[in-house]
């Protein structure tokens, strides 16, 4: 685990030039061979080493510390300290079925405090490079957890802009050409079933 890590989840003001390290670390996981499109088992964190890191960058590699001063004590209100770090390493390896696992138990433990926006940058940057994943999504609960997510922001952050609603619907769409029903439940619910996406949207 990288030792400046402590000093997001431990310090009451964070030293200067530890997110800038961070960001180091986050390049070195995105430039590991284990991610190349392509390779022998890509994408799989077979290495203890690496998947540790992840979890560290991910902020998930502590469950519950109640003395920490952020995250792990159970208050996500500063998340977005982090965001960029998490942007990153997710839009680049994110369909990683490993990496896309350790993700949705972020914004699992973060609730309904997880950026709805950021959310959907990061989760439609992963569904557009799902064809790295060779299939390894399937017999998963990826699909179902990701719809999971979107529906607990969508309550969470209701009546939702037009934009966060198309950028949502267009995660319903991808996880639907996976098989997943309840994307295609949850099209139907109020929230989603007057949205339309706009045919600029639809061909990006």
């Not at 590699?61 to 952020?70: F, L, T, W």
Request: aromatic share 6%; with cysteine; glycine share 8%.
């Amino acid at each position: 685990m990288p030792r400046n890590l402590h000093h997001i989840l431990d310090s009451a003001e964070i030293p200067p030039g530890t997110l800038e390290i961070l960001a180091v670390c986050v390049d070195r996981v995105v430039s590991d061979p284990t991610f190349r499109s392509g390779g022998y088992r890509a994408g799989e964190l077979s290495g203890r080493e690496l998947s540790q890191l992840v979890d560290a960058l991910l902020m998930v590699a502590i469950k519950q510390a109640n003395g920490a001063a952020r995250f792990v004590n159970g208050d996500w209100s500063e998340i977005g300290i982090v965001m960029p770090l998490v942007t990153r390493l997710i839009s680049a390896v994110g369909w990683s079925a490993d990496v896309m696992s350790k993700f949705l138990l972020l914004c699992e433990r973060a609730g309904a405090a997880y950026p709805l926006d950021d959310f959907i940058v990061q989760t439609n940057a992963v569904l557009a490079k799902i064809e790295n994943a060779k299939g390894n999504w399937v017999g998963t609960s990826l699909a179902a957890r990701t719809a999971g997510t979107v529906q607990r922001l969508a309550d969470a952050n209701f009546p939702l802009r037009a934009d966060q609603a198309q950028g949502l619907l267009r995660i319903l769409d991808a996880l639907i050409d996976l098989g997943d029903r309840r994307s295609a439940a949850l099209e139907q619910t109020e929230v989603f079933k007057s949205v339309q996406i706009p045919v600029s949207a639809m061909a990006q």
